[in-house]
Protein backbone atom coordinates (compact mmCIF):
# COMPACT_ATOMS: atom_id res chain seq x y z
CA UNK A 1 0.00 0.00 0.00
CA UNK A 2 2.62 2.34 0.78
CA UNK A 3 3.59 2.51 -2.66
CA UNK A 4 0.55 3.09 -4.05
CA UNK A 5 -0.08 5.60 -1.63
CA UNK A 6 3.30 7.44 -1.85
CA UNK A 7 2.37 7.91 -5.83
CA UNK A 8 -0.79 9.12 -4.67
CA UNK A 9 0.86 12.34 -2.80
CA UNK A 10 3.53 12.72 -5.55
CA UNK A 11 2.91 15.06 -7.92
CA UNK A 12 5.39 13.50 -10.74
CA UNK A 13 2.33 10.31 -11.00
CA UNK A 14 0.74 12.05 -13.37
CA UNK A 15 0.65 15.45 -14.77
CA UNK A 16 -3.10 16.44 -13.50
CA UNK A 17 -5.54 15.71 -10.83
CA UNK A 18 -4.78 11.88 -9.44
CA UNK A 19 -7.66 9.21 -10.09
CA UNK A 20 -6.10 6.69 -9.11
CA UNK A 21 -8.49 4.49 -6.61
CA UNK A 22 -7.33 5.06 -3.10
CA UNK A 23 -6.59 1.98 -0.86
CA UNK A 24 -8.20 1.46 1.73
CA UNK A 25 -6.43 2.29 4.91
CA UNK A 26 -5.61 -0.83 6.78
CA UNK A 27 -6.24 1.48 10.45
CA UNK A 28 -9.23 3.39 9.13
CA UNK A 29 -9.03 7.32 8.14
CA UNK A 30 -9.74 10.58 9.80
CA UNK A 31 -11.20 13.35 7.75
CA UNK A 32 -10.07 16.64 8.39
CA UNK A 33 -9.53 20.02 7.43
CA UNK A 34 -6.55 22.67 7.62
CA UNK A 35 -7.06 26.49 7.29
CA UNK A 36 -7.59 27.20 3.82
CA UNK A 37 -10.64 24.68 3.96
CA UNK A 38 -9.06 21.86 1.74
CA UNK A 39 -10.45 18.44 2.68
CA UNK A 40 -7.29 15.59 3.68
CA UNK A 41 -7.56 11.62 5.08
CA UNK A 42 -5.13 10.43 7.33
CA UNK A 43 -4.51 7.06 8.15
CA UNK A 44 -5.46 6.41 11.86
CA UNK A 45 -2.08 5.18 12.84
CA UNK A 46 1.26 7.03 14.21
CA UNK A 47 2.39 9.75 11.39
CA UNK A 48 -0.22 8.16 9.20
CA UNK A 49 -0.25 8.63 5.66
CA UNK A 50 -2.07 11.85 4.64
CA UNK A 51 -4.01 11.88 0.82
CA UNK A 52 -5.61 15.55 -0.07
CA UNK A 53 -8.77 15.38 -1.41
CA UNK A 54 -9.32 18.67 -2.34
CA UNK A 55 -6.68 18.23 -4.65
CA UNK A 56 -7.87 15.05 -6.15
CA UNK A 57 -11.10 15.89 -6.53
CA UNK A 58 -11.82 19.93 -6.52
CA UNK A 59 -14.15 20.35 -3.62
CA UNK A 60 -13.53 21.65 -0.17
CA UNK A 61 -15.00 21.82 3.53
CA UNK A 62 -17.20 21.36 5.11
CA UNK A 63 -16.88 17.80 4.49
CA UNK A 64 -17.82 14.72 5.91
CA UNK A 65 -16.72 11.16 5.98
CA UNK A 66 -18.95 8.19 6.14
CA UNK A 67 -18.55 5.65 9.03
CA UNK A 68 -17.42 3.18 7.25
CA UNK A 69 -14.71 4.90 5.42
CA UNK A 70 -17.11 3.93 1.97
CA UNK A 71 -17.84 7.16 1.18
CA UNK A 72 -17.16 11.43 1.50
CA UNK A 73 -19.06 14.26 0.98
CA UNK A 74 -17.16 17.20 0.13
CA UNK A 75 -18.68 21.47 -1.11
CA UNK A 76 -18.17 22.78 -4.13
CA UNK A 77 -17.22 25.81 -5.19
CA UNK A 78 -21.12 26.91 -5.84
CA UNK A 79 -22.29 25.89 -2.22
CA UNK A 80 -23.64 22.68 -3.21
CA UNK A 81 -22.25 19.25 -1.56
CA UNK A 82 -21.00 16.59 -3.59
CA UNK A 83 -20.52 13.06 -2.65
CA UNK A 84 -17.63 10.43 -3.23
CA UNK A 85 -17.28 6.10 -2.91
CA UNK A 86 -14.54 4.65 -1.47
CA UNK A 87 -11.72 5.04 -4.07
CA UNK A 88 -12.07 9.02 -4.15
CA UNK A 89 -12.13 9.24 -7.63
CA UNK A 90 -15.19 11.06 -8.53
CA UNK A 91 -17.58 13.41 -7.22
CA UNK A 92 -21.67 13.06 -7.77
CA UNK A 93 -23.92 16.45 -7.07
CA UNK A 94 -26.41 16.49 -4.69
CA UNK A 95 -28.84 17.41 -7.28
CA UNK A 96 -32.67 16.77 -8.39
CA UNK A 97 -32.73 18.07 -12.11
CA UNK A 98 -29.46 20.06 -11.75
CA UNK A 99 -31.11 21.65 -8.71
CA UNK A 100 -29.37 21.91 -5.73
CA UNK A 101 -30.79 19.98 -2.72
CA UNK A 102 -27.97 20.31 -0.08
CA UNK A 103 -27.14 24.25 -0.94
CA UNK A 104 -24.34 25.88 1.25
CA UNK A 105 -23.89 23.52 4.30
CA UNK A 106 -22.07 24.21 7.55
CA UNK A 107 -21.75 20.88 8.40
CA UNK A 108 -23.02 17.79 7.04
CA UNK A 109 -22.87 13.71 7.47
CA UNK A 110 -23.16 10.95 5.21
CA UNK A 111 -24.55 7.14 5.93
CA UNK A 112 -22.56 3.98 4.91
CA UNK A 113 -24.34 3.62 1.56
CA UNK A 114 -23.91 7.41 0.66
CA UNK A 115 -27.78 7.70 0.20
CA UNK A 116 -28.76 9.79 3.20
CA UNK A 117 -26.88 13.01 3.61
CA UNK A 118 -27.54 15.68 6.58
CA UNK A 119 -26.59 18.85 6.51
CA UNK A 120 -27.36 22.56 8.91
CA UNK A 121 -28.01 25.93 7.68
CA UNK A 122 -30.66 28.51 7.95
CA UNK A 123 -33.93 27.39 8.42
CA UNK A 124 -37.28 28.38 10.42
CA UNK A 125 -34.36 28.92 13.33
CA UNK A 126 -31.12 30.66 13.34
CA UNK A 127 -29.53 27.26 11.99
CA UNK A 128 -30.85 24.45 11.58
CA UNK A 129 -30.87 20.58 10.14
CA UNK A 130 -31.80 19.21 7.03
CA UNK A 131 -32.16 15.52 5.22
CA UNK A 132 -31.91 14.34 1.91
CA UNK A 133 -32.27 11.25 0.43
CA UNK A 134 -30.98 9.54 -3.01
CA UNK A 135 -32.68 8.00 -5.26
CA UNK A 136 -29.99 7.45 -7.85
CA UNK A 137 -27.72 10.26 -9.85
CA UNK A 138 -29.16 14.03 -10.40
CA UNK A 139 -32.47 12.01 -8.40
CA UNK A 140 -32.15 13.52 -4.53
CA UNK A 141 -35.19 14.34 -2.49
CA UNK A 142 -35.72 17.91 -1.52
CA UNK A 143 -34.25 18.58 1.78
CA UNK A 144 -36.62 17.91 5.24
CA UNK A 145 -36.08 20.16 8.01
CA UNK A 146 -35.44 17.86 10.97
CA UNK A 147 -34.93 20.22 13.60
CA UNK A 148 -37.87 23.32 12.91
CA UNK A 149 -40.42 21.73 15.40
CA UNK A 150 -37.47 21.98 17.89
CA UNK A 151 -37.29 25.11 20.70
CA UNK A 152 -33.40 25.76 19.77
CA UNK A 153 -32.12 28.54 18.20
CA UNK A 154 -29.26 27.12 16.75
CA UNK A 155 -29.11 23.18 15.81
CA UNK A 156 -25.64 22.39 14.06
CA UNK A 157 -23.12 19.59 13.65
CA UNK A 158 -25.15 16.59 12.90
CA UNK A 159 -23.94 13.31 12.74
CA UNK A 160 -25.75 10.44 12.01
CA UNK A 161 -25.85 6.85 14.11
CA UNK A 162 -24.49 3.49 12.16
CA UNK A 163 -27.86 2.75 10.36
CA UNK A 164 -28.50 6.57 9.73
CA UNK A 165 -31.68 6.37 11.35
CA UNK A 166 -30.87 8.91 13.85
CA UNK A 167 -28.62 12.14 14.44
CA UNK A 168 -27.12 13.35 17.11
CA UNK A 169 -26.23 17.20 17.21
CA UNK A 170 -24.80 20.61 18.95
CA UNK A 171 -28.33 22.37 20.47
CA UNK A 172 -27.90 25.82 21.82
CA UNK A 173 -30.64 28.96 22.28
CA UNK A 174 -27.82 31.18 22.82
CA UNK A 175 -25.40 31.68 20.29
CA UNK A 176 -23.06 30.19 17.84
CA UNK A 177 -20.37 29.48 20.28
CA UNK A 178 -19.31 26.45 21.72
CA UNK A 179 -19.96 27.56 25.18
CA UNK A 180 -23.75 26.52 26.72
CA UNK A 181 -24.25 24.20 24.49
CA UNK A 182 -26.71 21.15 24.95
CA UNK A 183 -26.61 18.38 22.90
CA UNK A 184 -29.99 16.83 21.10
CA UNK A 185 -30.84 13.63 18.96
CA UNK A 186 -33.94 13.24 16.56
CA UNK A 187 -34.99 10.56 14.11
CA UNK A 188 -34.78 10.61 10.58
CA UNK A 189 -38.18 9.13 9.72
CA UNK A 190 -40.66 10.43 13.08
CA UNK A 191 -41.52 14.35 12.14
CA UNK A 192 -40.51 16.80 15.40
CA UNK A 193 -39.68 14.21 18.28
CA UNK A 194 -36.15 16.36 19.04
CA UNK A 195 -34.88 14.96 22.27
CA UNK A 196 -32.17 16.20 24.80
CA UNK A 197 -29.30 13.94 25.53
CA UNK A 198 -27.51 16.12 27.72
CA UNK A 199 -28.16 19.62 29.18
CA UNK A 200 -26.06 21.79 30.44
CA UNK A 201 -25.23 23.17 33.23
CA UNK A 202 -24.41 19.71 35.39
CA UNK A 203 -22.72 20.43 39.28
CA UNK A 204 -22.10 23.77 40.47
CA UNK A 205 -18.48 25.70 40.50
CA UNK A 206 -15.27 24.29 39.15
CA UNK A 207 -17.22 20.94 39.15
CA UNK A 208 -19.98 22.33 37.21
CA UNK A 209 -20.08 21.04 33.36
CA UNK A 210 -21.07 24.04 31.44
CA UNK A 211 -21.03 22.86 27.87
CA UNK A 212 -21.69 19.72 25.85
CA UNK A 213 -20.21 19.67 22.59
CA UNK A 214 -19.44 17.91 19.03
CA UNK A 215 -21.41 14.51 19.89
CA UNK A 216 -21.17 11.43 18.07
CA UNK A 217 -22.46 7.77 18.37
CA UNK A 218 -20.34 4.67 20.10
CA UNK A 219 -20.34 1.81 18.53
CA UNK A 220 -21.65 -0.34 21.92
CA UNK A 221 -24.34 2.46 22.93
CA UNK A 222 -23.93 5.74 24.14
CA UNK A 223 -22.15 9.02 23.24
CA UNK A 224 -18.57 10.37 23.00
CA UNK A 225 -18.56 14.66 22.97
CA UNK A 226 -16.66 17.55 23.78
CA UNK A 227 -16.96 18.29 27.29
CA UNK A 228 -16.31 21.90 29.02
CA UNK A 229 -15.30 22.04 33.10
CA UNK A 230 -14.72 26.22 34.01
CA UNK A 231 -12.01 26.80 31.39
CA UNK A 232 -10.95 23.59 30.47
CA UNK A 233 -11.93 21.19 27.53
CA UNK A 234 -11.72 17.38 27.00
CA UNK A 235 -13.29 14.58 25.61
CA UNK A 236 -16.09 12.59 27.40
CA UNK A 237 -18.32 10.32 27.31
CA UNK A 238 -21.73 9.58 27.78
CA UNK A 239 -22.56 5.34 28.51
CA UNK A 240 -25.85 3.90 27.93
CA UNK A 241 -28.50 5.00 30.31
CA UNK A 242 -25.94 6.91 32.13
CA UNK A 243 -27.08 10.62 32.76
CA UNK A 244 -23.47 11.95 34.62
CA UNK A 245 -20.68 12.56 31.38
CA UNK A 246 -17.69 10.63 32.13
CA UNK A 247 -14.20 11.88 31.58
CA UNK A 248 -12.04 9.97 28.88
CA UNK A 249 -9.23 12.13 28.63
CA UNK A 250 -6.56 11.32 30.61
CA UNK A 251 -5.56 13.44 33.96
CA UNK A 252 -3.04 16.56 32.94
CA UNK A 253 -4.06 16.64 29.91
CA UNK A 254 -6.76 19.57 28.42
CA UNK A 255 -7.37 21.48 25.45
CA UNK A 256 -8.77 17.93 23.33
CA UNK A 257 -11.52 18.49 21.30
CA UNK A 258 -14.48 17.52 18.48
CA UNK A 259 -14.03 13.72 18.55
CA UNK A 260 -15.40 10.75 16.27
CA UNK A 261 -15.86 6.83 17.02
CA UNK A 262 -14.38 4.26 14.91
CA UNK A 263 -17.07 1.30 14.48
CA UNK A 264 -14.43 -0.37 16.91
CA UNK A 265 -14.58 1.83 19.62
CA UNK A 266 -11.40 4.14 19.35
CA UNK A 267 -11.63 7.33 19.38
CA UNK A 268 -10.02 10.08 17.29
CA UNK A 269 -9.78 14.16 18.88
CA UNK A 270 -8.44 17.38 18.71
CA UNK A 271 -5.63 17.92 20.94
CA UNK A 272 -4.52 21.34 21.28
CA UNK A 273 -0.67 21.56 21.54
CA UNK A 274 -0.15 24.97 20.15
CA UNK A 275 -1.20 23.82 16.81
CA UNK A 276 -4.39 21.26 16.74
CA UNK A 277 -3.47 17.46 16.17
CA UNK A 278 -5.12 14.51 15.77
CA UNK A 279 -4.72 12.24 18.77
CA UNK A 280 -6.28 8.91 18.58
CA UNK A 281 -6.52 6.31 21.71
CA UNK A 282 -8.52 3.10 22.53
CA UNK A 283 -11.62 3.24 23.76
CA UNK A 284 -10.86 3.90 27.53
CA UNK A 285 -8.51 6.79 26.51
CA UNK A 286 -5.44 4.92 26.57
CA UNK A 287 -2.99 4.38 24.45
CA UNK A 288 -2.85 7.80 22.47
CA UNK A 289 -0.84 8.82 19.38
CA UNK A 290 -0.67 11.34 17.15
CA UNK A 291 -1.93 10.22 13.74
CA UNK A 292 -1.29 13.94 12.12
CA UNK A 293 0.69 16.31 13.98
CA UNK A 294 2.45 18.58 10.95
CA UNK A 295 -0.33 20.82 10.03
CA UNK A 296 -2.58 23.19 11.99
CA UNK A 297 -6.48 20.92 12.06
CA UNK A 298 -9.00 23.23 11.64
CA UNK A 299 -11.34 22.54 14.43
CA UNK A 300 -14.70 22.61 12.74
CA UNK A 301 -15.12 18.75 13.18
CA UNK A 302 -13.32 15.42 12.32
CA UNK A 303 -14.88 12.24 10.87
CA UNK A 304 -13.43 8.87 11.70
CA UNK A 305 -14.01 5.98 8.85
CA UNK A 306 -13.45 2.59 8.52
CA UNK A 307 -11.58 -0.31 10.92
CA UNK A 308 -8.68 -1.94 11.31
CA UNK A 309 -8.22 -4.81 8.70
CA UNK A 310 -9.09 -7.87 10.17
CA UNK A 311 -6.28 -10.11 11.36
CA UNK A 312 -4.30 -6.57 12.04
CA UNK A 313 -3.74 -5.13 15.25
CA UNK A 314 -3.11 -1.55 14.88
CA UNK A 315 -1.11 0.91 17.24
CA UNK A 316 -3.82 1.63 19.47
CA UNK A 317 -6.26 -1.81 19.24
Known sequence: MAGVVGCLLATACHAGPDRTPVPRAADGWVLYQVADRSVHLVEARPGGTVVNISDRLGGTGPAALSHNGA??????????????TGGFTELEKVTSHGRCTAPYAESLDLSDDGTVLVFNGSGVHERDIFLTRRAGPDDWSAPRNLTGDGQYRFNKLPVLNADATEIVYDCSTGDQSDEL?????????????????????IGSGDQAWTSFHSPAYLPGGGYVFECHHPHEEMVCVLPPGARQPVRLTTAGV?????????????????????????????ADGS????????DDVLDVGIYCGGQPVPGRRGPAS
Do not use: K
Open 181 to 201: VDICRVSLSTPGGVRSVLAQP
Open 254 to 282: SDDNSPCAFPDGRIASLLDTGIHTIRITR
Open 287 to 294: GAFAAQDR
Open 71 to 84: WLAVTMADGCAAVS
